[in-house]
C-alpha cells in the first residue's frame, strides 16, 4: 500500500507553549515494556477467563446431550484478535490516564497540542497508526520525528505529542480511578476476545 499521498498531507502542527517531545528510544522502550504487559497479563486473564468459559461450555452442552469440539486454531484470526487486544489497551490506557503503564514507568505522558488528556478518538488514531509507525522495528516512526516536537505519524493525524511527565505543557492529572477502569477495560476486553476464539473454532455433537 503506497502511503507517501496520506502521510504528505499531514499538517505541521504547533503546540500551545514551546515544547520538547520525547526522543525515539525512549519512546520504543515504552513500546517494548508495554507490549510485555500486553502479553503477560493479557494471556494469564484470558487463559483464566478461557477456561472458565470452556468448563461452562462442557457443563452447559452435556446438559443437552452434547459435548463441543474445537477445531484447529487460525494463525491469521489469533493475530487479528492479538492486534485487538493491544488496540483496547493503548485506547483505554491513552484515552482514560493520558499514558501506558510503560510510559508511566519512564515518566512520559501523551497530549494534546494544548496540553490536555488526549481524547477516545486521537487514542484510537494513535492505535490504528501505530500499525504503520511500528513497521521495520520502528524505522517509520522514526523517520517522521523530527525536533523539537518529534511526532510520529500516528502522533500528527491525531494531534498530539509524547512529552515528559514534568513538561509545562502538561494540563492534567494522572487519576487513580481512571488508571484502575483503564485496567479494568482492557482485562475484560482480553477475556472477551479470548472468548470469541474460543466461540469462533468450537462446534457441538451429539455425545454417543
Not at 492529572?173 to 475484560?188: D, G, K, Q, R, T
Amino acid at each position: 500500500m503506497d502511503i507517501g499521498p496520506v502521510l504528505s498531507q499531514l499538517p505541521p502542527l504547533t503546540p500551545r507553549l514551546e515544547v520538547e517531545g520525547t526522543r525515539f528510544g525512549r519512546r520504543a522502550l515504552s513500546y517494548i515494556l508495554d507490549l510485555l504487559l500486553v502479553n503477560v497479563a493479557g494471556f494469564s486473564v484470558g487463559f483464566v477467563g478461557g477456561t472458565a468459559f470452556v468448563v461452562v461450555l462442557y457443563f452447559t452442552a452435556a446438559l443437552f446431550g452434547h459435548e463441543p469440539v474445537f477445531a484447529e486454531p487460525s494463525s491469521l484470526v489469533n493475530f487479528i484478535l492479538g492486534i485487538l487486544v493491544s488496540f483496547a489497551y493503548f485506547i483505554s490506557f491513552e484515552a482514560l490516564c493520558g499514558a501506558t503503564p510503560g510510559k508511566f514507568l519512564l515518566r512520559m505522558r501523551v497530549a494534546t497540542l494544548d496540553g490536555d488528556r488526549p481524547t477516545l478518538h486521537a487514542a484510537s488514531v494513535r492505535a490504528l497508526w501505530r500499525l504503520i509507525d511500528g513497521l521495520f522495528f520502528g524505522l517509520i516512526a522514526a523517520s517522521s520525528m523530527t525536533p523539537p516536537l518529534r511526532q510520529r505519524y500516528g502522533d500528527k493525524r491525531a494531534k498530539t505529542l509524547v512529552v515528559s511527565s514534568s513538561s509545562p505543557i502538561l494540563r492534567y492529572a494522572l487519576s487513580v480511578p481512571h488508571f484502575l477502569l483503564a485496567a479494568l477495560i482492557f482485562l475484560l476486553a482480553s477475556v472477551s476476545i479470548q472468548i470469541l476464539l474460543l466461540l469462533a473454532y468450537v462446534t457441538f455433537r451429539p455425545v454417543p
